[in-house]
């Protein structure tokens, strides 16, 4: 069984910048699709992005340019990058890997962070 913890998030000012974490146990990233998904107030839960278990990286339009997501393999960790933040960023962020599905499958993943907020100020 696969555990996520997350750790980061906050209240940035507009146009900066968070590190979001997300440390596994019982499990090993490289053999899972990993990837961060996001829930805004009145917004239905959405993609941010992923990278696939052969190493390929995709985003969302909304933050493609901004936001990177990678991986230490060494450490089990992945991460999210967020610059250039912007108020519409401001979510619930979820971290999630699961064995065969990519995380923008949305619905149906095997293992969740527990998430962490993100407020941005304008």
């Known amino acids: 069984q696969v555990h996520l913890v997350q750790s980061g998030g906050g209240l940035v000012q507009a146009g900066g910048s968070l590190t979001l974490s997300c440390a596994a146990s019982g499990g090993t990233f490289s053999r899972y699709n990993i990837g961060w998904l996001r829930q805004a107030p009145g917004r239905e839960r959405e993609l941010v992005g992923g990278?696939?278990?052969?190493?390929?990286?995709y985003y969302t339009s909304a933050v493609k340019g901004r936001f990177t997501i990678s991986r230490d393999s060494a450490k089990n960790t992945m991460y999210l990058q967020m610059n250039s933040l912007k108020p519409e960023d401001k979510a619930v962020y979820y971290c999630a890997a699961d064995p065969q599905k990519p995380v923008a499958a949305l619905t149906s993943l095997e293992y969740w962070g527990q998430g962490t907020q993100v407020t941005v100020s304008s």
């Open positions: 990278i696939t278990s052969s190493d390929s990286p």
